[in-house]
């Protein structure tokens, strides 16, 4: 359940690519917005789709310079970048590359009203970190060393006035996909991710020589929103028992823009790769009368797990929080279609996921000239050969892993909430693979997300999927009632730790981000 302060706040934006400071070469995308310094645009319905400026890397390194700082409309956390309000570039490299990442915190040094805590100070709570402008990233989804200058969420930490220098080292045989960065610090993540919208995506290159198809069609990297403080006041009881029709008080938006326009011809083919990079929203994929071809699972092409399909064609598409998927997108033949997300049952005791209209599918005003009509998409290049395209050794341990929480609020993980002065939970071994059941005992959805590495999908709920496929964000089923009794919701992961790149202290933790906030988050450590 969500427990955000009561009142809605919208977060403005600006989304520009102007010159300025020493980084990457930065590429305007196509409906990308010219902002001067200073300057503010507020989010509006029905233009076309814009798209965050492009920073790739040159010779092998990617160089950005990020202030953290307020937004100049409403006082929010925000990201800032050469001279624009709030704005994240996205990131875009090379398996083997470096992302080079100049951090600088120039939010004030003075702890923000209780109320926008989380709920925490209203709750007689507070984090066991500092006040609210502290700041650090984590680059979600990539195999990288989570030791510092590099992933390094649980040491790294910039109080209002520091900075903090990031090298983060790329792996060279990387899956080629989608992944983000955005802010971790304990007790203020939901604040400054969710409520404030404080993200970027990173995209590694290549996919399109495994995929070939792809080269010839549009690419749109998608980052969904869903920012403002919200609060229980849109569910009074505090109870889910209308999840289709409660509203949650947030402002839903894609690349900072509340119901674009995104302008595709009737049977053109185009390249999503969309982040849920909200706080809390599980969205449910779909385009009415249409189906989508999907690719890639956070950052993982669907085969790169052996013997599952290189494709698949669904008529929706689950995205939980923090979690990636890339698909294909053919315009509607009859020129106009909705871009929805699906009603979502959180659970008795979960946040209210309504549906949501996300854009609107439109042909051009004047015919055009159709960019890509293409037949389904076929194998060209193997996949990068690593340890998760090679076969899984049988698992060394078996380990069970419980979401709870009681009424205060406060969330746990094998019944302890967590604190950054706490040892690691669980102590692993680079080289091995381990099977973790996660048990949820809640009346509401969780979110699993673990740092550094991917895992296995087996089973849902005892039923074993079909294809399974390589994740690092998914849906923990709630409890629920069999034969009288109530028995957790459960996921059986594979946990891949063979990769020696790991090794040092990392987190395991809800993404929801307000349950993270307050305790369900623990430390592990792969030696």
């Known amino acids: 359940m969500r427990r955000g302060a009561i009142g809605l706040l919208v977060a403005s934006f600006a989304l520009a690519a102007c010159g300025g400071h020493d980084s990457g070469p ?6 990308a917005l010219a902002v001067a310094p200073g300057a503010v645009a507020r989010p509006m319905s029905g233009r076309e789709l814009p798209e965050p400026p492009l920073v790739k890397s040159v010779s092998g390194v990617a160089k950005v310079d990020l ?4 937004n100049y409309a409403d006082g929010m956390p925000t990201f800032d970048y050469q001279g624009a309000n709030d704005v994240a570039p996205t990131i875009e490299v ?3 590359d470096t992302i080079v990442l100049n951090l600088q915190n120039n939010l004030p040094d003075v702890p923000p009203p209780a109320a926008v805590q989380g709920g925490m100070q209203m709750e007689g709570m507070k984090p066991d970190t500092g006040a609210q402008e502290d700041m650090n990233l984590h680059f979600h989804g990539l195999g990288s060393s989570p030791k510092k200058p590099g992933d390094d969420v649980l040491t790294m930490l910039a109080k209002p006035g520091q900075s903090l220098h990031y090298v983060v080292h790329v792996p060279a045989n990387q899956e080629p996909g989608l992944y983000w960065y955005h802010p971790h610090v304990h007790g203020e993540t939901n604040f400054q991710v969710g409520e404030s919208g404080m993200s970027g995506a990173i995209v590694v290159d290549g996919l399109e020589r495994h995929l070939p198809g792809l080269r010839k069609m549009k690419q749109r ?3 969904v929103r869903a920012t403002g403080l919200g609060g229980d006041d849109a569910r009074p009881d505090g109870s889910n028992s ?7 008080g947030v402002t839903t938006s894609l690349n900072n823009a509340v119901k674009p326009t995104i302008t595709i011809a009737p049977g053109e083919k185009q390249f999503f790769r969309l982040v849920n990079a909200t706080g809390h929203r599980t969205l449910k994929l779909k385009i009415p009368g249409e189906r989508l071809e999907l690719v890639a699972i956070d950052g993982f092409a669907l085969d790169t797990y052996p013997g599952t399909p290189a494709t698949k064609m669904v008529s929706s598409i689950t995205i939980p929080p923090a979690a990636r998927a890339e698909f294909v997108v053919t315009g509607p033949s009859g020129g106009h279609a909705l871009f929805r997300s699906l009603c979502y049952n959180t659970g008795p005791n979960g946040d209210p996921d309504p549906p949501l209209v996300l854009g609107d599918l439109r042909a051009p005003r004047h015919g055009g000239h159709i960019a890509h009509i293409a037949s389904p998409l076929r194998v060209g290049e193997p996949l990068p050969r690593n340890v998760y395209t090679t076969p899984l050794p049988p698992p060394s341990v078996k380990r069970v892993v419980i979401m709870s929480e009681n009424g205060k609020p406060r969330f746990f993980i094998n019944g302890k909430a967590y604190s950054v002065h706490a040892p690691p ?3 692993v071994h680079t080289g091995t693979t381990e099977e973790w059941q996660i048990q949820n005992v809640t009346e509401e959805i969780h979110d699993f997300h673990i740092h550094q590495t991917h895992f296995v999908v087996e089973k849902i709920d005892g039923v074993a999927v079909e294809h399974p ?10 409890r629920r009632t069999v034969g009288g009794k109530t028995v957790p919701g459960t996921l059986t992961l594979l946990m891949d730790f063979r990769d020696p790149t790991i090794r040092g202290e990392f987190l395991f933790h809800c993404h929801i981000l307000d349950h993270e906030d307050l305790g369900m988050m623990a430390k592990i450590e792969a030696i």
């Open 94 to 96: 090379q398996p083997g």
């Open 242 to 248: 209308a999840p289709c029709v409660t509203k949650d």
């Open 469 to 478: 496929h390589w994740a690092d964000s998914v849906v923990v089923p709630h």
């Open 221 to 223: 990297v998608i980052i």
């Open 67 to 70: 202030e953290a700082a307020q």
């Open 26 to 31: 930065v590429t305007p995308l196509p409906g």
């Open 425 to 427: 939970m669980f102590v």
